[in-house]
């Protein structure tokens, strides 16, 4: 007698679902607002300013016409533009080294700190909260004034820190570090707090010092930051403008007038809009190949690493 197996029931087949490419209706409905506040506030001003720096129009919108790319030959070959790009590269320079360092290090030092963390950390992020119209009449009033100020009143010197070209670009320099160099030690001290503290305890089982677990855990751990840090620093630090305007007025002798400055000067004080766009997206150019190259830079070195 045989018997028969019967066979085992198939499963019905699971309907997957279709995924949906593109743009929803629902989607569209969320993104819409903000595509329009971008588009009326980023991209239309840009496409504008770039349309103006190609013509002749004036601050009051008139002799608006074409001209091509003669504002951008005409700034290529003025003197007083390339001064100004070089001073604003030579303060990005010397504000950005000291800005990432030194966020570095005060993050380092509250980090390790039992006590009163609050404190220092109010002390050292507390500047950068001051606008830079009080941070500009702080400096300007108890600082740097050669006959009462802070620094000759405890140096015994009678410095024109703000009068003399020689410095004057240091002591914006100076200004500018102690106002936002919180910014930079508020994301460091963020991203050594997420670092896992079982990391370190490994390293002290292994007999590593406070040197060895900094050079191998906490900096290694620390280069995304860092590159966040730098780029964002270069950027910002380009885009001077503020302060050196309320010291200096670019002054003395032109020695610490930005590009940012320059353009301000041409388009409201000279009323040539057009050129002074030229001059904007000059800037705007730079910024934008700076920061590929640094991204750029940041990411082969972690594929090495890696």
Request: glycine share 6%; net charge neutral.
């Amino acid at each position: 007698m045989t018997t028969t197996v019967a066979a085992p029931p198939t499963a019905a087949p699971v309907a997957t679902p279709k995924v949906r490419r593109g743009w929803t209706q629902h989607g569209m409905v969320f993104v819409a607002p903000f595509l329009l506040i971008y588009v009326a506030f980023l991209v239309w001003p840009t496409l504008l300013g770039f349309q103006m720096s190609l013509s002749s129009v004036n601050i009051a919108g008139r002799n608006n016409n074409f001209v091509g790319f003669d504002n951008y030959l005409e700034a290529f070959g003025d003197p007083r533009m390339w001064r100004s790009l070089w001073n604003t590269v030579v303060f990005t320079v010397l504000s950005t080294i000291p800005l990432v360092f030194l966020g570095l290090v005060f993050a380092l030092l509250v980090h390790n700190l039992r006590f009163m963390q609050w404190l220092w950390r109010l002390s050292f992020f507390g500047p950068f909260l001051l606008p830079s119209a009080v941070v500009s009449i702080l400096w300007l009033q108890m600082i740097y004034p050669p006959d009462y100020g802070l620094i000759n009143g405890t140096l015994g010197t009678d410095v024109l820190w703000l009068g003399d070209p020689s410095v004057a670009m240091w002591s914006m320099v100076l200004t500018t570090v102690w106002w936002t160099v919180g910014f930079n030690f508020l994301l460091y001290l963020a991203a050594l707090q997420s670092i896992p503290h079982h990391l370190y305890e490994a390293a002290a089982i292994d007999g590593a010092s406070a040197w060895d677990k900094l050079r191998s855990i906490t900096l290694p751990l620390l280069g995304r930051t860092t590159m966040l840090i730098v780029v964002l620093q270069l950027v910002a630090s380009l885009k001077v403008f503020d302060q050196i305007y309320l010291m200096t007025g670019g002054g003395p002798q032109d020695s610490t007038r930005p590009i940012i400055e320059y353009a301000y000067d041409v388009g409201f004080t000279g009323y040539r809009t057009g050129y002074a766009s030229a001059v904007s997206y000059i800037l705007f150019a730079l910024i934008v190949i700076v920061s590929l190259a640094q991204l750029r830079l940041f990411r082969k070195r972690e594929e090495v690493a890696s």
